[in-house]
C-alpha cells in the first residue's frame, strides 16, 4: 500500500466494512461504468489482480448504492446525480464530493409518475434537493407524486468514521 492509506481501499473493504454494497453490484456498476464508478487507483482485472479504489470512489460507490437500495431505477438515478454534479453525463464521485463539501444531511427527491394522457410525457418528473435536517419536511401524504428523504450526511458520516478505524493516521 502506498503511503496514504486512503489511496488505494480493497473492494472486500468496500462491500464488508464501509459500504455494505453487494459484491456483485459492486462488480456491475464498475465494469460496466455506470454512473462514472471506475476502480480509480488500481483497475486491475477481475482474477488477475485486485482492483483498487480510492477515497472519492467509495464515496461515490455509497451513493451510488444508497441511491439504489431507496428504489431508484437506473434512468432516475443518473438523473438525481446530473442534478447534484451539474453534469450531463452521470458522476457519482464528484456527485458525493459535493455533497460532502455541503455538509448534507439529506437529498429529497420527489417523483411524480405520468399520468393518463394521449401524449405521455417521455420520463415521470424529478426534482432534487439537497437539504439540512432543519429543512427535512414531516412525513405527509403527497397527492400526486412520491417523495424519497435520502440521509447522505449519515451515511457518509458513517463511512468517515470506519475509514478511521480501519486506515488509522500514520505514525499514531
Not at 444531511?105 to 439537497?130: C, H, N, W
Request: zero cysteines; proline letters at 8%.
Amino acid at each position: 500500500m502506498s503511503t496514504d492509506p486512503h489511496s488505494e481501499i480493497d473492494a472486500a473493504d468496500i462491500t464488508e466494512r464501509l459500504v455494505g454494497i453487494t459484491p456483485i453490484y459492486l462488480q456491475n456498476f464498475v465494469s460496466r461504468g455506470l454512473y462514472g464508478l471506475r476502480a480509480s487507483a488500481k483497475p486491475g482485472k477481475v482474477r488477475a489482480q485486485r482492483r483498487l479504489f480510492n477515497r472519492d470512489d467509495v464515496f461515490g460507490i455509497a451513493l451510488v448504492w444508497l441511491l439504489f437500495e431507496s428504489g431508484l431505477r437506473s434512468e432516475p438515478l443518473a438523473r438525481v446525480l446530473n442534478d447534484i454534479a451539474g453534469t450531463k453525463k452521470a458522476n457519482a464521485n464528484l456527485a458525493a464530493k459535493k455533497l460532502l463539501q455541503a455538509k448534507s444531511e439529506y437529498l429529497l427527491i420527489r417523483r411524480t409518475p405520468r399520468g393518463p394522457t394521449k401524449s405521455p410525457a417521455d420520463r415521470p418528473g424529478q426534482e432534487t434537493m439537497i437539504i439540512s435536517q432543519a429543512d427535512a419536511p414531516q412525513p405527509r401524504p403527497w397527492s400526486l407524486g412520491i417523495e424519497l428523504l435520502i440521509p447522505v450526511g449519515h451515511k457518509f458520516r458513517d463511512i468517515e468514521r470506519r475509514m478511521e478505524l480501519l486506515f488509522p493516521p500514520q505514525g499514531e
